[in-house]
């Protein structure tokens, strides 16, 4: 495979080993924000508090593009 790669499997391989952490980050994301978003009650107001002030200080564009952006 070209230069880099002895063969599919190592391409494969080395792929896998390079998106792991971006993709397990993304993951941990989600699962948060799932679970902040489906609040209710009290929950709801903490939830709605959380995004206001992650909004306002920069945050949440960072954590919502951190893994979908992150470079190599």
């Known amino acids: 495979m070209g230069s880099t790669h002895a063969d599919v499997r190592a391409a494969l391989v ?6 792991w952490v971006p993709t397990a980050r993304l993951l941990a994301n989600s699962r948060l924000l799932g679970f902040l978003e489906t609040q209710g ?7 709605d508090a959380f995004f206001w002030a992650t909004g306002q200080l920069g945050v949440a ?3 919502f593009l951190d893994a ?3 470079q190599p």
């Open 61 to 63: 564009r960072a954590v």
């Open 41 to 47: 009650g009290a929950g709801a107001l903490g939830r």
């Open 14 to 19: 080395a792929y896998r080993n390079r998106r």
């Open 68 to 70: 979908a952006t992150m």
